[in-house]
């Protein structure tokens, strides 16, 4: 069962639900109620459909968000994994996210469409998502990336925190160590260098969206 601790400043979580039989990603929503996430009276046709068919589990994927980092997380994960209504994914959600129990203005829907039509996602990225989600948070440099993705989609100025907290976060900034031998180095970077190990490979090792083969790990 899926445990919720939200505080009260930010009080929102992302969750979704998982088919049991193909273990496919069917629903992504958000909240502030703990036990929306389990509720099952209040959902769409195409959601009660597949209940019917199937046992499924209920996974948080973040928590204590604002409204607004909340709805930016729904709506990279509605547009990533695609919605059934538009033959575009696996998801029985009606709309591109974002909403969060509150009714958007049509501008604001306009908007979400065109992002959502905007990205292609292959079955493959999809996987390659649902994979590396699987019962692990996002970092706080991920949320702040899909955050500034969103923001510069709108066209909206990043504020000159938002660019502190992304260079506070980067993983650039990170110190790796060597866990068999306890030495600590300044970067990722510096550790490709010396070991000749690609950076970017060696990047998701360190960030777990493929498993590390290395004995190294972020600080």
Not at 69 to 82: K, P, T
Not at 152 to 166: F, P, Q, Y
Request: hydrophobic share 30%; net charge positive; aromatic share 8%.
């Amino acid at each position: 069962m899926a445990i919720i601790e939200c505080n009260s400043i930010n009080p929102y979580y992302v969750y979704r639900h998982r088919r049991l039989d193909t273990f496919e990603i069917f629903y992504v929503g958000i909240s502030k109620v703990k036990s929306r996430c389990r509720n099952r009276s209040t959902r769409n046709k195409i959601w009660k459909d597949i209940i019917n068919k199937t046992k499924y589990s209920v996974e948080i994927i973040q928590e204590n968000l604002s409204h607004s980092d909340a709805c930016e997380l729904e709506i990279f994960l509605v547009q990533s994994y695609g919605r059934i209504n538009l033959n575009t994914g696996t998801l029985s959600n009606l709309t591109d996210g974002g909403e969060g129990g509150l009714s958007p203005s049509k501008e604001r829907r306009e908007e979400l469409s065109k992002q959502s039509k905007e990205r292609i996602w292959t079955k493959e990225s999809r996987k390659k998502l649902s994979d590396s989600r699987l019962n692990k948070p996002l970092s706080e440099y991920q949320l702040l990336k899909i955050r500034e993705a969103s923001l510069k989609r709108r066209g909206v100025k990043l504020s000159e925190e938002h660019k502190l907290k992304m260079s506070k976060n980067s993983y650039a900034a990170k110190k790796v160590i060597d866990t068999n031998t306890g030495i600590i180095y300044n970067s990722a970077t510096e550790v490709s260098k010396i070991f000749l190990i690609n950076q970017n490979t060696l990047r998701c090792y360190l960030i777990g969206t493929r498993t590390n083969k290395t004995t190294f790990k972020y600080i």
